[in-house]
């Protein structure tokens, strides 16, 4: 495509102001910048909401316009049909991966949590019920309820390089199936 305008200055012109590169997202509420542009790629990318693309789906968005209305808007002139970037592409797949492995992650925490907390409301209203190695039992899955929790609020406030962290850890990590065996 010819003339495309550079990514920087057109983003700037809308009133983003760019701190080397990294600004707050004009596409979601924040108040710590999310929102980077890459120069070299001439693409922008939102870890807070997920927006991704070039200047013309940036403006796209941020204009509510079509492609079309796009060219005109950035002044681009539009000879052959666009061919989608195969780096663009190949960036928006591990995104998608990547959104869902959280996804995936945060749904299998969740449902632990949920029957861990379960025991320990059972154990809470029958105390006596508990042998002396389901005590030792129970006090061990209590420390993982702990843990589980603390991995849930990870997902949902962490920043990404929490998150990765977290993704790698629990890829070796076997699922443990929690059964009520704390209870004697
Ligand atoms: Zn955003």
Known sequence: ????????HIIEQEGIE???GKGLCPF?????????VNQN?????????????????????????????ALVYLGIKSGQPVKVDPAIAREKKIQKDYEAAINNL??????QSRELHKVR????????ALTEQGAAYFA??????????FKLDTLLKGNFEDKIFLLR????????????TAIA
């Open 18 to 20: 760019l701190k080397r």
């Open 106 to 111: 945060y749904e299998n925490l969740c449902q």
């Open 41 to 69: 790629r001439q693409t922008f990318h939102c870890w807070g909401c997920g927006e991704h693309g070039d200047v013309i789906s940036f403006i796209m968005k941020l204009k509510g316009i079509s492609f079309k209305d």
């Open 28 to 36: 979601h509420n924040e108040r710590t910048p999310s929102f980077i």
């Open 140 to 149: 061990g899955l209590m420390g993982e309820l702990a843990n589980i929790d």
């Open 1 to 8: 495509m010819k003339n495309k305008p550079d990514i920087i």
């Open 121 to 128: 409301i059972q154990v809470k209203e029958n105390p006596g």
């Open 169 to 180: 850890g629990e890829k070796y990590a076997y699922c443990r199936e929690t059964k009520q």
